[in-house]
């Protein structure tokens, strides 16, 4: 394993008419200045969802709330919308299962919005009227209805 560390290469592709060492020099400089580029820019932070440990790990404050719905895919799409970085945690300890939301505390600003809009949304879900109700209802209605059956024999011999 210490041989693979030690001995890395790299893939150079150059579009030249005649190769020299003065193209060739110009290369290697430019790669080393895209390398000393994309050193001096850092790590990229991890931003939507992710695991816990990484979201604690980004020193700042964590803070959480509880949500007891089963539509959880409806908070990440509203939470991505936003830009929130959260974290869900599931809790199995009671019957019911919960969702720990962890999200970062300078986010709140954002995290309300996603909350107003999840709420909102959640608020109309739950207005809307079931359509297995509804079709329950209308067989009943239907079941109720007695039309007697003629045949059409029976029509025309009259």
Excluded at 102 to 121: P, Q, S
Excluded at 125 to 141: A, G, I, T
Aim: proline share 3%; net charge positive; with cysteine.
């Amino acid at each position: 394993m210490q041989e693979e560390v030690e001995q890395r290469t790299i893939t150079l592709a150059i579009t030249t008419t005649k190769m020299t060492a003065n193209v060739l020099k110009s290369a290697i400089s430019k790669y080393l200045a895209y390398r000393k580029e994309k050193k001096r820019e850092g790590p990229v932070k991890p931003c939507g969802k992710q695991s816990v440990k990484k979201l604690v790990g980004q020193d700042q404050g964590v803070a959480n709330i509880e949500i007891t719905d089963k539509n959880i895919k409806d908070f990440e799409r509203i939470a991505r919308k936003y830009g929130v970085d959260f974290a869900l945690k599931k809790d199995k300890t009671d019957e019911v299962p919960k969702y720990l939301v962890f999200f970062k505390a300078r986010d709140a600003d954002a995290l309300t919005a996603a909350f107003k809009e999840y709420t909102a949304k959640s608020d109309r879900k739950k207005e809307r009227p079931s359509v297995l109700k509804k079709l329950r209802r209308f067989k009943e209605v239907a079941a109720d209805i007695d039309t007697p059956k003629v045949r059409k024999k029976e029509l025309d011999a009259r």
